[in-house]
């Protein structure tokens, strides 16, 4: 679901892309079959565990069309910034480190560890990993080095597994999910300890109203109200901010690229 205040509510997140009415992860979204628990962290957990491979494509496009956006949004990660390309482009005597906030089941993960580099994927959600699992499995090329997989867990980073020489840390359509400012700015602040002087992080969420503090509301996570609200977040957590987007890749999607200094 996606909040709307002003009508008093909420809408279905696949309204507009032409879903089914009934569809399944709406109904997770709308509060179907949730547990009920004191923490807004643990309900994130709770409700990115519950869905299937299919139904976690849902999130990005459907199953039938799912692949074919790979492509275009790699595009905005690595080449609409031509910052970022440039930093990767100078990594030339060895493989490109890079780490996925939110890997999900591993989409992005696939292309880029084909691509040679070595690559890890975040998740808060041990489904997810599986579904990661399962899904490289299938993907992979033969000469590619495996993804490295790990459980983000109360909002911290796997402790003594993550390196601290990363050369670009990326994130896509997953900030706008996570239900409270206080999470990002732990995935921030841990991101920076993860990358080597002038590494970088490119990051893209929703613009929006932030929801009611302790609140959680399925799809809808905590948004930013301006690109300049978002880029204080990085630069507060010690980042360099190098470029501020809006609208690529929809209307009110904002990115931001940061380097550590």
Not at 136 to 149: G, S
Request: proline letters at 7%.
């Amino acid at each position: 679901v996606v909040s709307n205040p002003a009508a008093g509510g909420t809408r279905p997140l696949h309204a507009s892309r032409g879903h089914a009415r009934g569809c399944r992860l709406c109904w997770l979204a709308a509060g179907g079959g949730a547990v009920s628990t004191p923490s807004v962290a643990e309900q994130m957990k709770a409700f990115w565990d519950r869905p299937t491979e299919d139904e976690a494509k849902m999130v990005i496009s459907s199953p039938r069309h799912w692949k074919a956006e790979i492509v275009p949004h790699l595009d905005w990660i690595l080449d609409r910034d031509p910052l970022v390309r440039k930093h990767l482009d100078a990594v030339r005597d060895r493989r490109v480190r890079a780490l996925e906030l939110g890997c999900g089941i591993g989409r992005l993960l696939a292309p880029l560890a084909n691509l040679g580099w070595s690559v890890r994927g975040l998740d808060i959600s041990e489904r997810m990993l599986s579904h990661a699992t399962a899904y490289l499995n299938r993907e992979l090329d033969a000469k590619a080095l495996y993804p490295v997989l790990g459980l983000i867990k109360d909002g911290r980073f796997p402790e003594g597994e993550l390196p601290s020489d990363l050369d670009l840390i990326y994130s896509l359509m997953v900030f706008q999910h996570i239900p409270t400012l206080g999470e990002i700015r732990g995935y921030l602040r841990q991101s920076l300890a993860a990358l080597r002087p002038g590494g970088l992080i490119r990051v893209q969420t929703h613009r929006g109203l932030p929801p009611r503090e302790g609140t959680f509301q399925g799809f809808s996570g905590w948004m930013f109200p301006s690109l300049g609200d978002f880029a204080r977040e990085f630069r507060e957590a010690g980042f360099k901010v190098l470029t501020e987007q809006h609208g690529l890749g929809a209307r009110e999607w904002l990115w931001i690229t940061a380097a550590r200094p």
